[in-house]
């Protein structure tokens, strides 16, 4: 007898608000609570509170839901302050005191090494800093709405709908006073609908703007853009089209570390947190005890941001890294410093780096600071190394304890542990793991 694919009913959402018990944060910063044994994940609740909620996604492991309502807040729980909060995807954490925040982020790290890395460990004092006005850089985006209102600043959380921004009590200082004066300018180009986004960064040689338009600009846009740089001395880079961006006014950027010069170009990754930086720079040194005959290999070093510390103490620093603008940036950037004792090399770290001429050579300390994807792909290379102290900065908590694992299995012990407060009133969490040869 035949038999006939009957397709299952799809099932209907239960909207109905319900009441929860959050017991903690996920590694994202959103509230967990539990609707029998299944976790429901609600973005902007504490532990400890309880509330109603009403789930917006239902699957066989898990549900998320919308919070409706604080019906016991937590004693952590605090007012945002920025005016724009709930509607803006820049932070998530704002309603959480900065101070719990740490610690919360703390909690979230021994508790994924614990379950995937089997590693336990009491952590090292968090590295922070001040909590509003850190970030050095900012990506907003442009877009001409409907109603013919210019649209510019950052998306809404889970959506592709922007938020205007015209002040961001994260954003540096000096580069949030030229917001409402850039979005004027913007607003007044004929061009003003190609206009695709706009990148600020601090640099030692002035505020740094990047406007990006999807087609060429009418030559007045191109001058009324200058002209504002200009009047505001800020270094211009303009991007048309399919064309790289080229710099129309100012001096090339660049950002000190004591007595280093690094130069980079707006679309180069730097780090967000100019003091975290520094800070994590100097514990990521004493960590690995840096001494004038060591050989050191530093893994995704992107412009040189660890490599060339690194090589003002060390007999000789192996930079590798997988785009070869950053390569090329941190060769300019090590003759820049005078620095003759460093080397980059451009690598694909997914392959086998023994078949590589910086992998054939012996390395007894090494560095690591990947992209959230971890380094799974070099971590067999960087355990078989023998190198007495491996030193891994992480940006994702999770990619970092399914990576130690690799070092763990192969007679590494963790040795410290620490939090660095990288992206305040964020979920993402930057941290730092020391590990020595057993």
């Given amino acids: 007898?035949?038999?006939?694919?009957?397709?299952?009913?799809?099932?209907?959402?239960?909207?109905?608000?319900?009441?929860?018990?959050?017991?903690?944060?996920?590694?994202?910063?959103?509230?967990?609570?539990?609707?029998?044994?299944?976790?429901?994940?609600?973005?902007?609740?504490?532990?400890?509170?309880?509330?109603?909620?009403?789930?917006?996604?239902?699957?066989?492991?898990?549900?998320?839901?919308?919070?409706?309502?604080?019906?016991?807040?937590?004693?952590?729980?605090?007012?945002?302050?920025?005016?724009?909060?709930?509607?803006?995807?820049?932070?998530?954490?704002?309603?959480?005191?900065?101070?719990?925040?740490?610690?919360?982020?703390?909690?979230?790290?021994?508790?994924?090494?614990?379950?995937?890395?089997?590693?336990?460990?009491?952590?090292?004092?968090?590295?922070?800093?001040?909590?509003?006005?850190?970030?050095?850089?900012?990506?907003?985006?442009?877009?001409v709405a409907k109603d013919g209102e210019l649209e510019m600043g950052f998306r809404q959380r889970n959506s592709n709908d922007i938020v205007t921004v015209k002040s961001c009590p994260v954003l540096d200082a000096s580069l949030n006073a030229l917001l409402p004066d850039l979005y004027a300018m913007l607003d007044g180009l004929r061009g003003r609908r190609i206009i695709g986004h706009v990148e600020l960064v601090t640099s030692g040689a002035g505020r740094v703007l990047l406007v990006r338009a999807i087609k060429t600009l009418h030559a007045e846009d191109v001058e009324t853009i200058t002209a504002f740089a200009e009047q505001n001395d800020v270094v211009l880079y303009l991007q048309q089209g399919d064309d790289a961006a080229a710099r129309l006014a100012g001096e090339q950027p660049f950002y000190e570390l004591d007595d280093l010069s690094l130069?980079?170009?707006?679309?180069?990754?730097?780090?967000?947190?100019?003091?975290?930086?520094a800070k994590m720079i100097a514990q990521s040194l004493a960590w690995l005890d840096v001494q004038p005959e060591d050989a050191v290999l530093d893994l995704f070093c992107g412009l040189g941001n660890f490599s060339l510390p690194l090589a003002q103490k060390a007999k000789s620093v192996v930079g590798i890294e997988g785009v070869e603008n950053m390569v090329e940036r941190a060769s300019q950037n090590a003759s820049r410093n005078a620095l003759t004792n460093a080397r980059f090399y451009h690598a694909?770290?997914?392959?086998?780096?023994?078949?590589?001429?910086?992998?054939?050579?012996?390395?007894?300390?090494?560095?690591?600071?990947?992209?959230?994807?971890?380094?799974?792909?070099?971590?067999?290379?960087?355990?078989?190394?023998?190198?007495?102290?491996?030193?891994?900065?992480?940006c994702n908590p999770a990619t970092l304890a399914r990576d130690s694992q690799v070092l763990l299995d192969n007679g590494y012990i963790l040795a410290r542990l620490g939090m660095l407060d990288m992206f305040p009133h964020t979920g993402h969490l930057e941290s730092m793991a020391l590990f020595v040869r057993a």
């Avoid at 130069?263 to 930086?277: G, L, R, S, Y």
């Avoid at 959230?372 to 007495?388: D, F, I, K, N």
């Fill in 1 to 143: 007898m035949a038999r006939f694919f009957k397709p299952q009913k799809k099932k209907s959402l239960d909207t109905k608000h319900k009441a929860l018990s959050v017991t903690r944060l996920d590694h994202q910063g959103d509230g967990v609570a539990f609707d029998g044994k299944k976790p429901v994940f609600v973005a902007g609740a504490l532990p400890g509170e309880e509330i109603l909620a009403q789930l917006t996604e239902d699957k066989r492991q898990y549900a998320r839901a919308k919070l409706i309502k604080v019906v016991k807040p937590s004693s952590e729980r605090v007012p945002a302050f920025c005016s724009l909060y709930r509607q803006c995807g820049g932070c998530n954490l704002q309603h959480m005191n900065h101070e719990a925040q740490v610690a919360a982020k703390q909690e979230i790290l021994s508790q994924l090494m614990k379950k995937f890395a089997s590693a336990e460990l009491n952590q090292d004092a968090p590295v922070v800093s001040d909590a509003t006005g850190y970030r050095r850089r900012a990506r907003l985006s442009v877009k």
């Fill in 263 to 277: 130069a980079f170009e707006p679309q180069d990754f730097i780090q967000v947190n100019t003091d975290i930086n």
């Fill in 348 to 394: 694909n770290l997914e392959l086998d780096a023994e078949e590589t001429v910086w992998g054939d050579q012996k390395y007894n300390k090494i560095l690591l600071d990947p992209a959230r994807a971890g380094a799974l792909g070099v971590m067999p290379y960087v355990a078989q190394s023998r190198a007495e102290r491996i030193v891994y900065v992480s």
